[in-house]
T-cell receptor, first 113, second 117 residues
Framework: AQSVSQHNHHVILSEAASLELGCNYS??????LFWYVQYPGQHLQLLLK??????LVKGIKGFEAEFIKSKFSFNLRKPSVQWSDTAEYFCAVTPYGNNRLAFGKGNQVVVIP | NAGVTQTPKFRVLKTGQSMTLLCAQD?????MYWYRQDPGMGLRLIHYSVGEGTTAKGEVPDGYNVSRLKKQNFLLGLESAAPSQTSVYFC????????????????FGPGTRLTVT
């Protein structure tokens, strides 16, 4: 079964610091990749997704992610975080044409004003 | 559009009681999913459905049953609740993949917080 690994479950940053969250998956074939965000007390929302094409994907709120096929990775980045980025971030993967998502365990990010 | 809605938002059950969680979507999506979210565990798929009248087991199906009698609704049942089922339950729906895309993102409901004592 495929698995998704997210490291550094708890991240604490100051405002304006840069953020990078790692995501690695174990599936060897073609995959579709997603990052979702869950703000406190809210449901999951899509940040960005990668299906094909340019491996550098830009999402909402200044987030971007880079797909590196050789490393089975899809790391999320934001150059300068804000207090409002405090949330839990989930990486998710689905094999091509599968439509079942496998989620990582999430990264709890706290941004200190 | 309301998107994906879930009923109820909160519930407390005693061990052994039963209940049904309702998920409704108004986006005409083919696929629907039930997940549970536990601290440090991410989201785990309980059951899913690829269309009206069809259901399938996910990663953690034991203790749960589901039904998809109408395309827009997906029900999750707990026949005999256990404390291990204390969790936040999320429903999601997804558009049918087609020639223009191999997959689409899932849209999530607001969640149901269930406590079993």
């Amino acid at each position: 079964a495929q698995s998704v690994s997210q490291h550094n479950h708890h991240v604490i940053l100051s405002e304006a610091a840069s953020l990078e969250l790692g995501c690695n998956y174990s599936y060897g074939g073609t995959v579709n990749l997603f990052w979702y965000v869950q703000y406190p007390g809210q449901h999951l929302q899509l940040l960005l997704k990668y299906f094909s094409g340019d491996p550098l994907v830009k999402g909402i709120k200044g987030f971007e992610a880079e797909f590196i096929k050789s490393k089975f990775s899809f790391n999320l980045r934001k150059p300068s975080v804000q207090w409002s980025d405090t949330a839990e971030y989930f990486c998710a993967v689905t094999p091509y044409g599968n439509n079942r998502l496998a989620f990582g365990k999430g990264n709890q990010v706290v941004v200190i004003p | 559009n309301a998107g994906v809605t879930q009923t109820p938002k909160f519930r407390v059950l005693k061990t052994g009681q039963s209940m049904t969680l309702l998920c409704a979507q108004d986006m005409n999506h083919e696929y629907m999913y039930w997940y549970r979210q536990d601290p440090g565990m991410g989201l785990r798929l309980i059951h899913y459905s690829v269309g009206e009248g069809t259901t399938a087991k996910g990663e953690v199906p034991d203790g749960y049953n589901v039904s998809r009698l109408k395309k827009q609704n997906f029900l999750l049942g707990l026949e005999s609740a256990a404390p291990s089922q204390t969790s936040v339950y999320f429903c999601a729906s997804q558009r049918l993949a087609g020639p223009s895309a191999s997959s689409y993102e899932q849209y999530f409901g607001p969640g149901t917080r269930l406590t079993v004592t």
